[in-house]
């Protein structure tokens, strides 16, 4: 069975500040890993996802995370904050061999302040 | 489709009724998902397709909940003598791929009063 839990429904970063949105997951089996963003009124967006190969893995818009197996975390992270990345994210993560059922975090709501 | 389709956007319902939900995947993606996105939380599974067949309905909450795709393309999600509690968005998506993440639909937000 895997879970994830992510730490801190709410963030508040300055523009051009550093996003850090922290993961940390449980699985019984070598995970996958997702980031999805989703902004008011519409679908999950892929962010980026780790499945083998190199830990740190680089999203769309700037977004990169890095799987660390010995700390169970998956933290999400951008350089400079931007008023377009407000938005809700969630981590998830599927079984390997399987990778079929996704268990979402319960999201962070990121807000960006001028 | 450039995209996964899900009609309606807004189905309000009155409790005790009988709802459908439309989902139409990206062309040539066999696996199709379903989730349930209640406020404030996060998506949870429903079912998954592998083509025509429910290859895990472990997520569907009860037998009044349903889900079809009979020709390994459009999904149809049913509930029968829906309650207030099944007020939520459902979300669905699909995969080319298993492990190469999915692409979501827009949700229908189902309101039960």
């Known amino acids: 069975a895997q879970s994830v839990t992510q730490l801190g429904s709410h963030v508040s970063v300055s523009e051009g500040a550093l996003v850090l949105l922290r993961c940390n997951y449980s699985s019984s089996v070598p995970p996958y890993l997702f980031w999805y963003v989703q902004y008011p009124n519409q679908g999950l967006q892929l962010l980026l996802k780790y499945t083998t190969g190199a830990t740190l893995v680089k999203g769309i818009n700037g977004f990169e995370a890095e799987f660390k197996k010995s700390e169970t975390s998956f933290h999400l992270t951008k350089p400079s904050a931007h008023m377009s990345d407000a938005a809700e994210y969630f981590c998830a993560v599927s079984a390997t061999g399987g990778g079929n059922k996704l268990t979402f975090g319960t999201g962070t709501q990121l807000k960006v302040e001028l | 489709g450039a995209g996964v389709s899900q009609t309606p956007s807004n189905k309000v319902t009155e409790k005790g009724k009988y709802v459908e939900l439309r989902c139409d995947p990206i062309?040539?993606?066999?696996?199709l998902y379903w989730y349930r996105q209640s406020l404030g939380q996060g998506p949870e599974f429903l079912i998954y397709?592998?083509?025509?067949?429910?290859?895990?309905d472990s997520g569907l909450p009860n037998d009044r909940f349903f889900a079809v795709r009979p020709e390994g393309s459009v999904s149809t999600l049913k509930i029968q003598r829906t309650e207030r509690g099944d007020s939520a968005v459902y979300l669905c998506?699909?995969?080319?791929?298993?492990?190469?993440?999915?692409?979501f639909g827009s949700g229908t937000r189902l309101t039960v009063v």
């Open positions: 062309s040539g993606h066999t696996a």
């Open positions: 397709f592998q083509g025509t067949g429910a290859a895990d």
């Open positions: 998506a699909s995969s080319s791929e298993v492990g190469r993440g999915y692409t």
